[in-house]
């Protein structure tokens, strides 16, 4: 008697219709299509131009009105407080430098221009994860960047820092590096690059300015 447990001649084999590939991507892992890499990599650039604007303030800060609101914080924390977004954009791009499947062009998108619709690799659970985090730490640094920016800008228009052109100019310089990213619409490598370098740059003119606190 045929045991109730064989398989009759001509029945189909759940795996006879699937390729060798998706086999050994089952035992690998499912894997995911990677967001856009420049969803992450923009914000991050736009939080380190909140504290390069720092150098407009030298020259706004001369037109500036009497009945202007006060900075709610002392000038010293403000600094303390962006130089801390200063190091912690230094560790973000540090992190899209040490993922370049994910972040710095690693691949088809080493050469593509600045924009949207960059696709990533397919990335396993992990790499997507990784992905998440750096997004929800680039939104709050570019927050933080933004905020603690503008006290310290108040800070310098009430007379609270009272620094050089010089050093403005610097913040300026690095403002226009980053404006050279965008009008060159350069690839994502080299936006991951001088992202990068503008952090460490930045975090030099911000330990500059605590300098410069009239006592």
């Known amino acids: 008697m045929r045991s109730r447990f064989l398989r009759p001649t001509g029945a189909a084999n759940p795996m006879a219709d699937k390729k060798p590939q998706n086999r050994v991507a089952e035992a690998e892992g499912e894997t995911r299509l990677a967001p856009d890499p420049f969803t992450a990599v923009l914000p991050a650039l736009a939080a380190l131009g909140a504290i390069a604007s720092i150098a407009t303030i030298n020259w706004a800060a001369q037109e500036r009105t009497p009945d202007r609101s006060r900075a709610k914080r ?3 924390t403000a600094l ?10 230094q560790e973000i791009f540090r992190r899209f430098q040490r993922n370049p499947r994910l972040f ?6 080493a050469s593509s221009p600045l924009k949207f619709g960059v696709h990533g690799p397919r990335v396993g659970a992990d790499s997507a994860r990784l992905f998440q ?7 709050s640094m570019l927050v933080l960047a933004s905020q603690n920016a503008f006290d310290v800008m108040s800070a310098v228009e009430d007379g609270e820092i009272n620094a ?4 403005f100019f610097g913040f300026g310089e690095q403002q226009e590096r980053l404006n050279k990213l965008i009008q060159a619409r350069a690839t994502l490598k080299a936006s991951v690059d001088t992202g990068a ?14 300098k410069h606190r009239p006592e």
């Open 74 to 76: 002392k000038a010293g």
């Open 80 to 89: 303390r407080d962006l130089e801390t977004c200063c190091l912690g954009l």
């Open 104 to 109: 710095a062009g690693e691949g088809a998108p």
């Open 133 to 139: 985090q750096l997004i929800n730490d680039v939104a």
């Open 164 to 167: 050089p052109e010089e050093l």
């Open 197 to 210: 370098e503008v952090a460490v740059r930045l975090t030099e003119l911000v330990r500059e300015l605590k």
